[in-house]
Structures are given as structure tokens and as C-alpha cells.
């Protein structure tokens, strides 16, 4: 009964370059979050996605970062051209429900390093 | 929009002792609140939901309280060991996103 899986684990990419963070949610869940943690600071909302479709994306910043949650396949969040201040811990979470009745499921997180 | 505050930031307790963080939130209006774990590096572990009609969850050591009226939750650890040495998050369900408190870092040294 595998939990939320996220990966890879830790990323490295040079400046210009592009980053992709996939996450599977927990077995039937169909909800999927994306969450940010910066160096010394809180986790922040970026983006809620239901299969192929984007409920809230209000968190997302508004150029080079891109999120999907095809009908097969793991949710991709999508960072291009990454800058130094994009490096973070990006977290996913899942719930089973819209309005997670049951709370929210969240992955190990992938560690982006830009250098 | 929601805000979550946490108190203490900070925590350094001797093994054996009851604590207790605290947890504050802007606006009444919430599905749930969770609290959750997080060890330095690691991802974060559910400890408790609670939601927006109950009043408290427990589970072992751990208790949680909500009054959702006056925006506020505790978390009470009983008999704290060096193992529950991590950093505690509050956080609020509106519904379609989770906010967070900052969190509070604890240490139990034995």
C-alpha cells in the first residue's frame, strides 16, 4: 500500500536548465497539491490538480513553472529556465476527495539544487 | 486569505515532559486541521486530523485540540522522548489547499 511517491529525491540542474518533479498519489486518491518549502521558511500552496484538469493554480508563479495531472501517468510539475531561487523542496500531496475529508497525503519531497 | 501562526517557534524540553504548541488560525471557516511532522530533510508525517465539528483527537501520546471559533488548535504531547524531537506544522484545510503555520522546532534532550 504504497503512500505517496515522489521523484527523484534530490535533483541538480545548472541555471537555464529545465526541471521536471513527478509524483504518483496514493492508490485512489485523484487529487493531487503541489507545495513549495524555501530554505528556512514554511511550506506554501502552489498548484491543486484533478486528473487533466487544473483547479487551483493560484500559487504558482506566473512565468516557467507549469503543473499537469494526466489521465495516465504521475503528475509533472515543470520549472524551466530555473534560476538559483528556485532551489527548494517541492512537496506533493494527495487526497482522496475534493475537500480532503480524509486529509491530506504527502511524499517525501524532491530536493531541486540549482548551481 | 488564511494565516497560521504557531507558538513557541522553539522548544527545548527535558525527556519526560508534557508540552504543549499552539496553533492559531484567521478564519473560521475550515474544513479540518492537521498536524503534521517533519524531520529535518524528510517529508512530512500525519500525526492528527481533526475535523472542523470535532473538538479533540488523540492517538498515544499525542492529543490535539480545535476551537474553531476562536481560530485555535493545540497539540499535547505527554511523557515527550528524544525520539518526538522534530518540527511540528499546523495546518488549516479551506478546502482546496492546506496553509501552514511556520512550525515549532522541538528537542527533547535526555
Known amino acids: 500500500n504504497a503512500g505517496v511517491m515522489q521523484n527523484p529525491r534530490h535533483l541538480v540542474r545548472r541555471r537555464g536548465q529545465e526541471a521536471r518533479l513527478r509524483c504518483s498519489p496514493m492508490k485512489g486518491h485523484s487529487h493531487v497539491y503541489w507545495y513549495r518549502q524555501l530554505p528556512e521558511e514554511g511550506l506554501k500552496f502552489m498548484v491543486y490538480l484533478q486528473k487533466e484538469n487544473i483547479i487551483d493554480e493560484s500559487g504558482m508563479p506566473k512565468e516557467r513553472f507549469s503543473a499537469e495531472f494526466p489521465k495516465e501517468g504521475p503528475s509533472i510539475l515543470r520549472i524551466q529556465q530555473v534560476v538559483r531561487g528556485d532551489s527548494a523542496a517541492y512537496f506533493c500531496?494527495?487526497?482522496?476527495?475534493?475537500?480532503?475529508?480524509?486529509?491530506?497525503?504527502f511524499g517525501s519531497g524532491t530536493r531541486l539544487t540549482v548551481v | 486569505k488564511q494565516e497560521v501562526t504557531q507558538i513557541p517557534a522553539a522548544l527545548s524540553v527535558p525527556e519526560g515532559e508534557n508540552l504543549v504548541l499552539n496553533c492559531s488560525f484567521t478564519?473560521?471557516?475550515?474544513?479540518?486541521l492537521q498536524w503534521f511532522r517533519q524531520d529535518p530533510g524528510k517529508g512530512l508525517t500525519s500525526l492528527l486530523l481533526i475535523q472542523s465539528s470535532q473538538r479533540e483527537q488523540t492517538s498515544g501520546r499525542l492529543n490535539a485540540s480545535l476551537d474553531k471559533s476562536s481560530g485555535r488548535s493545540t497539540l499535547y504531547i505527554a511523557a515527550s522522548q528524544p525520539g518526538d524531537s522534530a518540527t511540528y506544522l499546523c495546518a488549516v484545510n479551506g478546502g482546496s489547499r492546506l496553509t501552514f503555520g511556520e512550525g515549532t522546532q522541538l528537542t527533547v534532550n535526555p
Open positions: 478564519d473560521s471557516a475550515i474544513y479540518n
Open positions: 500531496a494527495s487526497s482522496q476527495d475534493r475537500g480532503a475529508t480524509y486529509g491530506y497525503t
